[in-house]
């Protein structure tokens, strides 16, 4: 097998400045929000010129988008540890997408940029769906789950937590509903309504913190 050529000083560089303002854009747009960040003030935090910030990214939306997409990644990672520790394949899964709804609706970062819904969704699909996709193969595999395309349920899955939260950050769904919307989405695996509500009920229990480079 061909070794693989060792990253050059240019794209050392350019991988650097990229996670640099990824960091700095989390900081900044933490602090004020989304629509008052701007691409300055987050070059500046970053230490790199002005221009720079559009080598990589084309606009702040874009940058936005990319810092939530590190936001999704480290859940994922912070729920599969939690879920590790699971007997059950089906609460695996059950769990995973309630942590998710309820980031969507408590995160102010995730909720500012809710009403981008199909950006969202879609990058929910592919940042967290390598976790979620695997988790219904094997709970499908164990006989918890019926799914016969995987991919299909979590893209339908990632639509409507997204549409959810939109509602419920909104005021139009009560937050108390939240167990109600995992149920109806955990009967896409094949469940009926007792056992999907009897799993969207379990204890939640805390996550771990992220440690960066996981």
Request: hydrophobic share 45%; proline share 5%.
């Amino acid at each position: 097998m061909t070794e693989p050529k060792p990253e050059g000083r240019v794209a050392r560089r350019q991988r650097r400045n990229r996670a640099a303002l990824i960091r700095a854009a989390r900081d900044v747009m933490a602090d004020k929000g989304v629509d008052a960040a701007t691409m300055l003030e987050i070059a500046e935090r970053a230490d790199v010129g002005a221009g720079t910030v559009y080598n990589y990214f084309g606009s702040k939306d874009e940058l936005a988008v990319a810092v939530l997409e590190t936001l999704m990644h480290e859940l994922a990672v912070r729920i599969e540890k939690v879920t590790d520790t699971f007997e059950d394949p089906a609460h695996v899964y059950a769990f995973g997408i309630r942590k998710v709804l309820d980031t969507a609706t408590t995160d102010p970062r995730w909720e500012q940029m809710l009403h981008r819904s199909e950006v969202i969704a879609d990058a929910i699909f592919r940042t967290m769906g390598p976790f979620a996709i695997r988790d219904l193969r094997m709970a499908s595999t164990a006989n918890r789950f019926r799914v016969s395309n995987p991919e299909l349920v979590w893209r339908m899955t990632t639509h409507t937590i997204i549409g959810a939260s939109l509602a419920i950050t909104e005021g139009e769904v009560p937050r108390a509903a939240k167990n109600q919307i995992i149920a109806r989405l955990l009967c896409m695996t094949g469940l009926d309504l007792d056992a999907a509500s009897e799993l969207a009920a379990r204890p939640l229990p805390d996550l771990p913190p992220y440690i960066e480079g996981e």
